[in-house]
């Protein structure tokens, strides 16, 4: 009786602490992480912006239904970062798994007119089915509303025609940036200003809306500036974009830019050292390809960089439309002067990037400055070349096979990141009349940078430009002429751009989120197919053997410990 009384207490005590520690577990949640790349550790700098939400947040995520397994995969991985983020937020962030369709509160508006007015384009998923092939749309994507603020947060950055394992595994490692970065923007209230530059013949019109509306505006404080007019570029610009100058830089421009640089002022160049436009190329099927004579060399020569007056062409492009015989007989053809370029994945800013679309782009090479890094952020594919110009490109090219024996060079650089502490290109030679002029406007000369500094130059303009199909503006990165073909494409363009503005303007500290690198840990097809068999069978006996072993132990046990009670 006796016995019998304490292991009923027991049961009872047993119960207790279940429940209590289920009852902690609802409340405080605290997990290991034994993974070598820390994918479920959220990042210092996250921590930080998360417990600056003080107000409620509420985050829609619109990963819900019958969808593919690895966005369902995707689904709940954001479930469960959005989870943590509320912990951390004190209970301020709230999450809510909807379908696109559904209408938004109070209004007749869809979710997914909202997601397509901010950029979010569908995946168009064709699903087979008995009665036939059915297209099926997936946002993969999610808003944040704070304050009646929307912010959207694209999840999935791949193509919309190709869902890839390694794609759906990238953008599972960006989940903890890609929300955290909207929620910094969405709660500060001090958007860093940047300037476009103007007045050199840069581009202001509908192909640069999707950089200005849905980049620059969205998240900066822009403004636009032209050198000419200025007398100098005020360092409370955090960053001066020049986009596909045309007209040449005088002098004082020159200066205007090299002090900029000098007293901290962030750089971000797309330069077309060459005129060759595609527009040109269809109506007379040729295209002249002559020096633009920009005046920039020697700026960009003492920075540490050299633009060539040359043309990449690469086996890995894009397709353009081709009458191959002469009487109106379209053909898609891989056009080599839009090269395709794919990420060295070497720093955050092209760390799970997809491909990136140039057009008649020019070489850079690195040239000897001391104290300067150097980091290559796009180049060529390994079977690529150059040519000299000036060139005519004929679109007759395209009509005789292209000789690939020619295409030998590999990883011929076109985008560089450049840190370090830069010199001025006038020291010990600027005139006494523009440094008075910089010393009147607060601006006093400065021969070199006291703190390190960063720039970021491109050798191709056309990267952040967009186009246009049937009088609608489309996102950069989408080739109007592939537009509504099995071709058609969005590159990551509008990605790259992004960060290349995020790592030189924002102070947030994201970079640690962003170079998360989740490896994808995938099973031999050969193996699997060979033991499949073995597998399957030990998974369903081993179970019951263990359940078998621990009765037998159990019994084996309980009679010796009652055996030995009744002998006493």
């Avoid at 689904?75 to 809510?96: C, M, R």
Wanted: charged letters at 20%; a neutral charge; one cysteine or more.
């Amino acid at each position: 009786m006796k016995f019998s009384s304490n292991k009923k207490w027991w049961w009872l005590i047993i119960i207790a602490a279940v429940i209590l520690i289920n009852y902690v577990a609802s409340i405080f949640h605290k997990r290991i992480d034994l993974t070598n790349e820390k994918r479920f550790t959220i990042s210092n700098p996250v921590k930080k912006i998360l417990k600056n939400v003080d107000q409620k947040m509420e985050i829609y995520l619109f990963l819900r239904g019958d969808i593919p397994a690895g966005f369902k995969k995707l689904s709940v991985s954001a479930q469960e970062l959005l989870q943590e983020f509320k912990e951390y937020s004190n209970g301020n962030i709230h999450y809510t798994i909807i379908s696109a369709d559904e209408k938004m509160p109070g209004t007749e508006r869809s979710y997914a007119d909202t997601l397509s007015s901010l950029g979010i384009v569908p995946i168009n998923l064709k699903v087979q089915l008995k009665e036939g092939e059915q297209s099926q749309y997936i946002y993969p994507a999610a808003l944040v509303n704070y304050q009646n603020k929307f912010q959207p947060v694209n999840l999935y950055s791949g193509s919309n025609n190709f869902i890839t394992p390694p794609e759906l595994n990238s953008a599972e490692a960006l989940l903890e940036f890609n929300f955290a970065d909207a929620i910094e923007k969405i709660t500060n209230t001090n958007k860093p200003m940047v300037a476009y530059a103007v007045g050199n013949g840069e581009p202001t019109g509908p192909n640069v809306y999707d950089l200005v509306e849905n980049v620059l505006k969205k998240n900066y404080q822009l403004f636009m500036m032209d050198l000419s007019k200025e007398p100098v570029i005020p360092d409370t610009f955090k960053l001066l974009i020049m986009v596909k100058p045309s007209l040449t830089f005088s002098e004082d421009e020159k200066v205007k830019i090299d002090q900029y640089v000098m007293h901290g002022g962030k750089l971000l160049c797309f330069i077309d050292r060459l005129n060759a436009e595609v527009d040109s190329l269809q109506m007379k099927n040729e295209v002249i390809a002559y020096d633009r004579n920009l005046g920039l060399e020697d700026l960009f020569f003492k920075f540490g960089i050299r633009i060539n007056p040359d043309l990449l062409m690469d086996l890995q492009c894009d397709f353009l439309p081709f009458d191959v015989n002469g009487k109106n007989q379209f053909q898609y053809l891989h056009w080599n002067y839009f090269p395709l370029f794919e990420s060295k994945q070497n720093s955050v800013i092209n760390k799970n990037l997809g491909l990136v679309e140039g057009k008649f782009v020019n070489t850079i090479d690195t040239v000897s400055s001391p104290g300067i890094k150097k980091t290559i952020l796009l180049s060529s594919s390994a079977n690529s070349r150059t040519i000299e110009t000036p060139a005519l490109i004929s679109g007759a090219e395209n009509r005789n096979a292209t000789v690939d024996a020619a295409f030998n060079k590999k990883d011929l650089i076109t985008g560089v990141l450049l840190e370090g502490k830069f010199t001025s290109l006038f020291k010990n030679r600027i005139s006494r009349q523009q440094m008075d002029s910089l010393e009147f406007y607060g601006s006093p000369f400065q021969s070199s940078n006291i703190e390190k500094n960063e720039m970021i130059i491109v050798s191709d303009g056309d990267i952040v430009l967009n186009g246009t199909y049937k009088g609608q503006l489309l996102p950069m990165g989408v080739n109007p002429y592939t537009v509504g073909t099995q071709y058609e494409y969005q590159f990551a363009n509008r990605q790259f751009v992004d960060n290349c503005i995020e790592y030189l303007v924002n102070n947030a500290g994201l970079s640690e989120a962003k170079s998360k690198d989740y490896k994808l840990r995938l099973l031999d097809p050969k193996k699997t197919s060979e033991q499949r068999g073995f597998w399957e069978l030990l998974n369903l006996i081993l179970p019951v053997f263990l359940i078998i072993i621990f009765g037998l132990a159990y019994q084996v046990i309980r009679k010796k410990k009652y055996a030995t009670g009744i002998k006493k």
